[in-house]
């Protein structure tokens, strides 16, 4: 049975930020890979970053947006190292994804394990309109 990768109608972005009219994406060296999928409490977003300590993530919530940045460290290069084959990205890295309305970004619940960083986002609570009345002041005459 083939897999094949697909393309959701769930309105989201990942996307590089865009700074002072430049892509930010210049000033980092990678993108992590980075799955989301909807649960049965709402958005779970998961992001493959190995070799990154907990203390190394920032997430940070602008909006709709989480900004996951970082940096996964190289001690291989500082010690002069001559690579033969290097594919593992090193150095800072961010990654902006934008959710689509209807999910609590301010309740979201994130978790480092086993170099995985999840983040589960709940749905909106649906907030109904109380009935209110709108004063209705006297003209002038």
């Known amino acids: 049975m083939a897999v094949n990768k697909v393309c959701t ?4 972005a990942k996307r590089p930020q865009v700074t002072g009219g430049r ?9 992590p890979n980075t799955d989301v999928y909807l649960a049965d409490k709402g958005l ?7 070799g990154i300590r907990r203390e190394d993530l920032v ?9 996951i940045s970082g940096q996964r460290r190289d001690c291989c290069r500082a010690a002069k190292c001559k690579f033969m084959l290097m594919e593992i990205n090193y150095g800072p890295f ?7 309305s209807g999910y609590d970004l301010s309740s979201a619940k994130a978790i480092y394990q086993n170099g995985f960083l999840r983040v589960d986002v709940p749905v909106a609570a649906a907030t109904q309109a109380q009935p209110f009345s709108v004063p209705v002041e006297a003209a002038e005459s």
């Open 9 to 12: 109608t769930l309105h989201f």
């Open 23 to 31: 892509d930010s994406s210049s000033e980092t060296s990678w993108t």
């Open 44 to 50: 779970v977003i998961k992001v493959e970053l190995s």
């Open 59 to 67: 997430l940070t919530v602008e909006g709709n947006q989480l900004r």
């Open 94 to 100: 961010e990654s902006v994804i934008e959710l689509p």
